[in-house]
């Protein structure tokens, strides 16, 4: 039996495995390798890695986790989870199965990208998602904002830090009111409620958006804000409890309603940056081990 088994093994993951594994914890961290950031080149907002390639990223936390050897990394994805009256069992996709004390489940979100077509070429270069993540790089360049509604509203509006140089492409009706629409006008931000039919550009820089009806409009970037949804299904199926947002709740250290079970990292917040999910990693793992102390002491 393990004594903590982490499902996912982003920012949130590792750091969870490293301070366990230097609390001397029997560690099972499982990564299926499908990263949220997988896209991009550069992960921002992360003090001493500012714009570090997410791949190199993971690589050298991974590295690390090799000082300990009560912490054994597995290139698999875990499938089912059920409880138990003391622990869980997990269930890998090669059909093996593991039994642990404690479960901490770090599997992130999942982006719903626009289906556009050729967005997978410009995606991670110059079509983003997060103004906070990409923002700076595309500073003052014409941008295009993909969304509609308040969502649509919203990013549009925060975008305005970045660039003055702003369009709005609903991709259909725009679901704003008059009021909403006022507000983008006194920032000379026009609305483009026409059907996108493609994406074009070079080398992964968008270059132009071409409407249905023959149209088009320069831009150099596209950020859009278009939903996600959970990386895992596992927390749902385990009975935890969710935000009005669709977010994992959680108290403090990353605790859910399920005892024994912990949610850290993009999961459980709106605030999603690497760093901040490196922070709740370390936190859940610190309580996971001094509830491990109470059993045991």
């Known amino acids: ?19 366990l594994g230097r609390c001397r914890r029997r560690v099972l961290l499982c990564d299926a390798g499908r990263p949220r950031n997988a896209a991009s080149h550069g992960l921002h907002n992360y003090l001493t890695r500012d714009g570090i390639d997410p791949a190199e990223f993971l690589h050298l936390g991974r590295e690390e986790l090799k000082s300990y050897e009560t912490v054994k990394l597995l290139k698999i994805e875990v499938t089912d989870a059920r409880r138990l009256e003391h622990g869980f069992e997990v269930t890998l996709s090669n059909g093996e199965r593991a039994v642990t004390r404690k479960l901490l489940i770090a599997t992130g979100v999942v982006d719903e990208i ?28 014409p941008l295009a904002v993909y969304g509609k509604g308040e969502n649509g509203l919203g990013l549009t509006l925060e975008l305005i830090l970045w660039s003055r140089d702003l369009v709005l492409c609903t991709d259909g009706p725009s679901e704003l009111s008059a009021e909403d629409l006022a507000r983008l006008a006194q920032h000379n931000v026009p609305v483009y409620e ?60 990353e605790v859910t309603n399920v005892p024994g079970l912990y949610v850290a990292g993009d999961a459980s917040r709106l605030v999603q940056f690497v760093i901040v999910a490196a922070s709740e990693g370390a936190q859940a793992a610190v309580a996971i081990n001094k509830e491990l102390m109470k059993e045991d002491l």
Not at 5 to 16: E, N, Q, T, W
Not at 129 to 135: A, W
Not at 211 to 229: C, D, I, K, L, P
């Open 1 to 19: 039996m393990f004594d903590v088994i982490i499902i996912g093994a982003g920012p949130a993951g590792l750091s969870g495995a490293l301070v």
């Open 114 to 141: 626009p289906k556009l077509k050729g967005i997978d070429s410009f995606y991670g270069r110059s079509v983003f998602h997060c103004p906070y993540c990409d923002g700076w790089e595309m500073r003052d360049q």
């Open 194 to 253: 026409q059907r996108i039919l493609r994406l074009e550009g070079n080398d992964g820089v968008l270059d132009q958006i071409i409407f249905v009806n023959g149209e088009a409009t320069q831009r150099r970037g596209m950020f859009f804000s278009t939903g996600q949804r959970q990386g895992s299904e596992l927390p749902k199926k385990l009975g935890c409890e969710f935000t009005d947002e669709g977010c994992v709740a959680t108290g403090a250290y």
